[in-house]
C-alpha cells in the first residue's frame, strides 16, 4: 500500500504492506494525507531486512538526558547514508533507516515489533524530510508556535527551557490564540520571499498536528529569568539562535549552504527577540506587546 502526504507543500510517498501494523499508529499525518500527483520530495519504504554494508561513522548525538533519543549517522561506500535510532540516549537501537546521497529513496527496518516501532517509522519521515529539503527554501524547527491575528509567532529554546509552557501562557491568556505545532513546524521561504511557518505531523508530547500555514510574525528564544524582558536581537543574534534550533546535518556542505540560504532570508525579513521569562502570563503579554 502507497499513501501520500504533504507537510508545508512538499510531497512524500510512503510504501508499507497492507498488513502491516505501523499504518494503524498514523493518526497523526491524516491531515496531511493528499494525491499522488506532483514531485514527490522523497520517498521510503518498509522493509523486514536492510543489506549489511560498510559503514563509516560520521555523527553521534547522545543528550544528556536520558529520556531524550539518540541518533547515530553513518555514510555507505556507495556515498549513501545510514542512519540508527535509539528512543534514549544509551539504549540499544531500536531500528535504522537506509537512503541514496541525496536523500529522495529511504528504507527502514524496526527491530521491534510494538508500539516502539513507530518511533522509527516517524524519526525516518522526519530525518528524510529535513535532509531532502535543506535545499529549498525550508528549516525544520525545534519550536513551540502559536497563531494569533494571522501570523504565527515562534518560541525557541532547549528542551525544558519553558517553550511549551509560554506557548500556554498565550493560549490562556491571550484571546484569540491557537496552538500551530508544539515541538517541530517547519518555516518555509516562498520564491516571493515570503517567510511562513507550518504545522507537521511531528509535535513531541502535546497532539498538535495541523496542516495549517500562517506568515511568521516573530521568533523569540525563551531563556528562564526571575523577571521578564524582551529584547529584540541583531541580524547576528538572530541567525545564530535560529541556526541552533534547525535541524541538519550541518557539516554536509550542500546542506550547511541551504541552510545558510534560507536562514539569510528569514533573518532579514522577520524580526527575532530573546525572552528572559518566568513561567507566567505577565510573560505573555509582555512578548505579545512587543512583537505584535
Known amino acids: ?7 508545508a507543500e512538499h510531497r512524500f510517498r510512503l510504501s508499507m504492506p497492507d498488513s502491516c501494523p505501523l499504518w494503524q499508529m498514523m ?3 491524516e491531515p496531511f494525507i ?4 506532483g514531485e514527490m520530495a522523497f520517498s521510503l519504504s518498509f522493509a523486514d531486512t536492510l543489506p549489511e554494508t ?5 555523527y553521534t548525538e547522545i543528550p544528556e538526558d536520558e529520556g531524550q533519543s539518540r541518533i547515530e549517522l553513518y555514510r555507505t561506500p556507495d556515498g549513501g547514508w545510514w542512519f540508527e535510532m535509539s528512543p534514549t540516549s544509551r539504549g540499544e537501537s531500536i531500528g535504522c533507516l537506509m537512503c ?12 521491534v515489533r510494538n508500539s516502539r516501532a513507530s518511533y522509527v517509522l516517524n524519526n525516518s519521515l522526519m530525518l ?5 529539503t535543506a535545499v529549498s527554501g525550508t528549516l525544520e524547527m525545534h519550536s513551540s508556535v502559536v497563531m494569533k491575528d494571522g501570523k504565527g509567532y515562534m518560541f525557541l529554546g532547549k528542551s525544558g527551557t519553558g517553550k511549551s509552557t509560554h506557548s500556554r501562557q498565550w493560549l490562556e491568556h491571550i484571546p484569540g490564540t491557537e496552538l500551530l505545532n508544539d515541538d517541530n513546524p517547519i518555516i518555509r521561504v516562498s520564491d516571493s520571499g515570503e517567510v511562513r511557518v ?3 505531523p511531528w509535535s513531541g508530547k502535546t497532539p498538535c498536528y495541523k496542516a495549517k500555514d500562517v506568515p511568521v510574525g516573530a521568533i523569540v528564544r525563551i531563556r528562564q529569568c526571575p523577571e521578564n524582558k524582551i529584547t529584540r536581537y541583531s541580524i547576528l543574534e538572530s541567525y545564530a539562535s535560529i541556526y541552533s534550533s534547525c535541524s541538519g546535518f550541518k557539516a554536509d556542505a550542500t546542506m550547511a549552504d541551504g541552510l545558510h540560504a534560507t536562514l539569510e532570508k528569514v533573518v532579514t525579513s522577520v524580526p527575532c527577540y530573546v525572552l528572559d521569562c518566568r513561567p507566567d502570563h505577565d510573560a505573555a503579554d509582555v512578548c505579545y506587546a512587543a512583537v505584535k
Open 198 to 200: 507550518y504545522g507537521s
Open 100 to 111: 541514496d546521497e541525496h536523500f529522495t529513496e529511504g528504507r527502514f527496518m524496526t527491530r
Open 27 to 29: 493518526g497523526a499525518y
Open 54 to 58: 560498510e559503514k563509516k561513522a560520521v
Open 1 to 7: 500500500m502507497e499513501k501520500y502526504f504533504k507537510v
Open 128 to 132: 528524510l524530510f529535513a535532509f531532502r
Open 34 to 37: 493528499t494525491d499522488g500527483s
